[in-house]
Nanobody, 120 residues
Framework: QVQLVESGGGLVQAGGSLRLSCVVP????????VGWFRQVPGKARDFIAA???????WNADAVKGRFTISRDNAKNTVYLQMDSLQSEDTATYFC??????????????WGKGTLVTVSS
C-alpha cells in the first residue's frame, strides 16, 4: 500500500495563502500524475490540480490564477500553493496519485486529507 503524506493545512483569513505538501514514494512519484482534490461534507470530491512526471500541469477553472501546483523531484514532493484564498476554498484537501489526467475515478492512491479553513 502506497502512503501519501500530506501537510500544510490550517486556518487562514480570506485573502491569505497556504502551501500544501504531499510526499510520494519514489517509484510512484516517477510513474504517475500527482494532484489534489478537495471535498466538503455532503458533496463530491472535486479535482483541483495535477502535475505529471514531465512537468505538465492542469487545474480546475475554479482555482486558475490563484492556485499553483509544482513538484520537487529531489524531495519526491508535490506542492499546492494557494493564494487569494476565499471562504469557498474551505474544504478537506486530498493528495491523489494515478494515471494522467487523474480523473477521480482513476485515482489509484489517496492521502488521508488535510483540512483548510478560510475565515471571512
Amino acid at each position: 500500500q502506497v502512503q501519501l503524506v500530506e501537510s500544510g493545512g490550517g486556518l487562514v483569513q480570506a485573502g491569505g495563502s497556504l502551501r500544501l505538501s504531499c510526499v510520494v514514494p519514489g517509484r510512484t512519484f516517477s510513474t504517475y500524475a500527482v494532484g489534489w482534490f478537495r471535498q466538503v461534507p455532503g458533496k463530491a470530491r472535486d479535482f483541483i490540480a495535477a502535475i505529471n512526471w514531465t512537468g505538465e500541469k492542469w487545474n480546475a477553472d475554479a482555482v486558475k490564477g490563484r492556485f499553483t501546483i509544482s513538484r520537487d523531484n529531489a524531495k519526491n514532493t508535490v506542492y499546492l500553493q494557494m493564494d487569494s484564498l476565499q471562504s469557498e476554498d474551505t474544504a478537506t484537501y486530498f493528495c491523489a496519485v494515478g494515471p494522467t489526467p487523474l480523473r477521480r475515478i482513476d485515482v489509484t492512491y489517496w492521502g488521508k486529507g488535510t483540512l483548510v479553513t478560510v475565515s471571512s
